[in-house]
């Protein structure tokens, strides 16, 4: 019999790659999608006949215990929040409640519903925040920057928590920044590489950033939901930190993602103050030695293809439009 999977932020960029990768394995997949009236399902129309959509909110625990029984999952894939760092400053609490308390009443409807499946959280790198020392590995300590980022902290422990309370086969990966053309246009790669395109195409004159010198270690979503998945296939539950081990800054994304346009980023590129954060994460970078001897995971796709293949996605994408 063929397995079953609920994913919660099905529609987001990660949700799609993983219920791509899950239906290619044969298994019967579930989305969860809140009801809401801006809803955006573009990421996931392709998959449309092949996906069951199930109504439910993580603000609603009555939802995800209904949505529980109507999947019946094997496993679980939380990867719901509100996860764009600057609107944690203006919703905190709002974030906290996705973020951190969606995980909560997750893991309850879990344990009253299907306590047998194993259950996958998203935590992010964001909960290293102000870090002492680089690489960040699984024992790395923790010093949160964000609201957003406190939140993913409080979800992130209680998925512990819950694995030594309760027995759950419960698994954090502690994912570094994944990117891809299906990236929301607000987080920064996508950011740059829709408006170079923008500007290529005489659509826009200018690109305004905040930090140019932040620095993240940046990879590809659909290689790292397969590390999503292998963390639910192991023995044992237990936490993975999933990078490249490569650094690289804003103003370097800049670079590739104009150059593989013919253009020279300082042309275009303008510094807007009102787009710096109240309390930065200035640098992160992974070491996913544990992700790669214990679940044979390793990248397929290095930062300067990841941001060339957007640029070039982005630039179809336009170009069909004007
Ligand atoms: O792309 P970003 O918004 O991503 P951020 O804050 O690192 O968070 C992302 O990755 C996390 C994993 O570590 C996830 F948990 C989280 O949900 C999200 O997916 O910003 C990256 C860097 C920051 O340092 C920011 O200050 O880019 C800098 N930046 C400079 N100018 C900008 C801009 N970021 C955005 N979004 N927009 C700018 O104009």
């Known amino acids: 019999m063929s397995k079953r999977a609920l994913i919660t932020g099905v529609s987001g960029q990660d949700g799609s790659y993983l219920a791509e990768l899950l239906l290619s ?36 625990h009555t939802s995800l215990v209904r949505a529980m029984e109507e999947a019946r999952p094997d496993e679980v894939y939380n990867l719901a929040a509100q996860s764009f760092v600057p609107t944690s400053w203006q919703e905190p609490v709002l974030t906290a409640e996705f973020t951190a308390l969606g995980a909560t009443r997750l893991l309850e409807a879990l344990r009253q519903v299907a306590p047998r499946a194993r259950f996958y959280q998203a935590s992010s790198s964001e909960i290293f925040g102000k870090v002492r020392v680089s ?35 419960a698994c954090c990966g502690i994912l570094f920044n994944h990117e891809s053309p299906r990236r929301g246009v607000e987080f920064v790669t996508r950011k740059i590489t829709r408006e170079a395109a923008r500007i290529r195409l005489g659509l826009a004159r200018e690109l305004r950033l905040g930090n140019l010198e932040a620095r993240r270690d940046w990879g590809f979503a659909g290689d790292y939901v397969r590390a999503m998945w292998l963390m639910l296939q ?59 001897r214990d679940l044979g995971w390793k990248p397929e796709v290095g930062f300067q293809q990841l941001i060339r293949d957007m640029v070039r996605a982005d630039l179809r994408d336009l170009s069909g439009r004007i």
Request: charged share 30%; hydrophobic share 40%; glycine share 6%.
């Open 234 to 292: 192991q023995p044992s539950p237990e936490d993975y930190v999933i990078a490249t081990g490569e650094m690289h800054s804003v103003r370097e994304v800049c670079e590739v993602a104009f150059d593989e346009l013919g253009l020279d980023w300082r042309e275009h590129v303008v510094h807007d103050a009102k787009l710096v954060r109240p309390a930065e994460v200035d640098l992160l970078v992974g070491d996913a030695s544990k992700a790669r």
């Open 25 to 60: 394995q044969g298994y019967q997949v579930f989305g969860l999608v809140r009801r809401s009236s801006n809803e955006r399902l573009e990421r996931i129309a392709h998959l449309a006949d092949s996906l069951v959509l199930v109504r439910g909110d993580l603000l609603d």
């Open 135 to 169: 690489p960040q590995d699984e024992r790395t300590p923790f010093w949160p920057r964000s609201p957003y980022g406190v939140a993913k902290l409080y979800a992130h422990w209680i998925t512990v928590n819950y694995r030594e309370s309760y027995g759950l086969f």
